[in-house]
């Protein structure tokens, strides 16, 4: 069974780096499919961040993409992500998720998520 | 990019009865090479993440009821519950995965009415 969880600071300060990480259980990231996080700010909707194949090659939402930094180590199973110079807005819970096809796709699993909280 | 759009916002439906959600896209999702929608169905309970339900528009995944079945094609889908069970309270989401970057609907929260 394919299990994510998300990992990292619930609480962090405006201008400064948010820093997730999505350890994936159950299946190997090096099997294939590509990882992607997804944002949800309290009572609204879903949101793509950016996607990363096992491989390193990324795909980002145009909105974001001057502030996001997808990584990926196969040796510990897990995909990160850094967020910079975040304000309030990037107040959310945000998900990893796996997605069977390069690019854009469905997601098929999903972590639990974890909310993060910008603020001073 | 491709705007979704969701209607209604909010769906009161008794017990046992029809449910349908509708969903529309900006632009045309269907991929004329496969003659396929790139389009997903989640449903998202309080305090959980998405669950996947459909993908390419009409496709249930494994383990979904049948009672759950999408349809459309091009820039117009519905997801229906044919019988409306108590489980089946939450917030409903479309997503495209047409082209980048692929975007969700705003949601339509469905209620015992």
């Known amino acids: 069974q394919v299990q994510l969880q998300e990992s990292g600071p619930r609480l962090v300060k405006p201008s400064e780096t948010l820093s997730l990480t999505c350890t994936v259980s159950?299946?190997?990231?090096?099997?294939?499919?590509?990882w992607g996080w997804i944002r949800q700010p309290p009572g609204k909707g879903l949101e793509w961040i950016a996607s990363?194949?096992?491989?390193?090659?990324?795909y980002y939402n145009p909105s974001l993409k001057s502030r996001v930094t997808l990584s990926v180590d196969t040796s510990k199973n897990q995909v990160s992500l850094k967020l910079s110079s975040v304000t309030a807005a990037d107040t959310a819970m945000y998900y990893c998720?796996?997605?069977?096809?390069?690019?854009?796709?469905?997601?098929?699993?999903w972590g639990q998520g974890t909310l993060v909280t910008v603020s001073s | 990019d491709i705007v979704m759009t969701q209607s209604p916002d909010s769906l009161p439906v008794s017990l046992g009865e029809r449910a349908t959600i509708n969903c529309k896209s900006s632009?045309?999702?269907?991929?004329?090479?496969?003659?396929?929608?790139?389009l997903a169905w989640y449903q998202q309970k309080p305090g959980q993440p998405p669950k996947l339900l459909i993908s390419?528009?009409?496709t249930r995944e494994s383990g979904v009821p049948d009672r759950f079945s999408g349809s459309g094609s091009g820039t117009d889908f519905t997801l229906t519950i044919s019988s409306l069970q108590a489980e089946d309270v939450a917030v409903y989401y479309c997503?495209?995965?047409?082209?980048?970057?692929?975007?969700f609907g705003q949601g339509t929260k469905l209620e015992i009415k």
């Open positions: 998720a796996r997605g069977p096809y390069y690019g854009t796709s469905y997601f098929d699993y």
């Open positions: 159950g299946y190997s990231i090096n099997s294939g499919y590509y």
């Open positions: 990363i194949y096992h491989s390193g090659s990324t």
């Open positions: 632009q045309t999702v269907l991929h004329t090479s496969n003659d396929k929608n790139y």
């Open positions: 390419w528009a009409s």
């Open positions: 997503q495209q995965y047409f082209s980048a970057p692929q975007s």
